[in-house]
């Protein structure tokens, strides 16, 4: 019988990306929808790792079951790496995806001729049933701030994201190439490492 991991996470992009990374794996991947009145983590910590090991631990101890948080945002140089820890909430709680892309660039464009240099970042946190934390790892994915949003891949900020080594957004690049290459992608590897290697109780 295979293990039981909840994804800790309401962001769809985000699921379809780990669900696809880790979808091979011995482990039972549940979504948060799949339990009722579980409430919501609120993303208080001013660090990712924090916010990710606050989300794995509530959701751990509210489903009885191990779960897999990630915490995430995009860092651009030009506005001190803004919008960072806040990027889900860049432009106000109820913006769009569409909305913080045109605020970040129109707030670069404010800087006049700058470098648009970004990363993205993403900390993942896996907790076991009782709210212990068994691994907490970090992905970096270095690149740059596009001038205008180009493709309809992904979600969030990968339109405006050329990833180092390319000329296309990755709104443009195929999904393949992104889950070779992302902050998500390199974290998920080594969570995925850990729960192939572990023979957990069920
Ligand atoms: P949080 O991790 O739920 O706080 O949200 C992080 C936010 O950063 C997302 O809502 C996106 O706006 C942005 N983000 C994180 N990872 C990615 C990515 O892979 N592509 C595009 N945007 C991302």
Redesign the pocket.
């Known amino acids: 019988m295979s293990n039981t991991l909840v994804i800790a996470?309401h962001?769809r992009?985000?699921a379809a990306?780990i669900h696809k990374l880790l979808g091979d794996i011995p482990w039972q991947l549940v979504s948060l929808q799949e339990f009722n009145q579980v409430g919501v983590a609120e993303?208080i910590e001013v660090s990712?790792a924090g916010?990710a090991v606050l989300k794995a631990r509530y959701y751990a101890v509210a489903t009885h079951n191990w779960v897999l948080a990630?915490?995430?945002?995009?860092e651009v140089t030009a506005l001190g790496g803004a919008?960072g820890?806040l990027?889900?909430?860049?432009a106000g709680e109820n913006a769009s995806?569409a909305d913080?892309r045109d605020l970040l660039l129109s707030e670069i464009e404010k800087q006049g001729n700058v470098e648009r240099k970004a990363r993205?970042v993403?900390s993942v946190a896996i907790a076991d049933q009782t709210g212990e934390i068994r691994k907490l790892t970090e992905g970096v994915c270095e690149g740059a701030i596009a001038t205008d949003a180009r493709g309809d891949g992904?979600?969030?900020?990968?339109p405006i994201?050329i990833p180092t080594g390319y000329t296309q957004t990755?709104g443009e690049l195929a999904e393949e190439i992104?889950n070779q290459i992302?902050?998500?992608a390199k974290v998920l590897l080594q969570a995925r490492d850990f729960l192939l290697e572990k023979n957990w109780p069920a």
Not at 87 to 90: D, T, V
């Open positions: 996470t962001n992009g985000k990306e993303e990712y916010n990630d915490d995430s945002g995009l919008p820890v990027s889900a909430r860049y995806d913080r993205f993403c992904g979600f969030g900020y990968d994201f990755f992104k992302s902050h998500r």
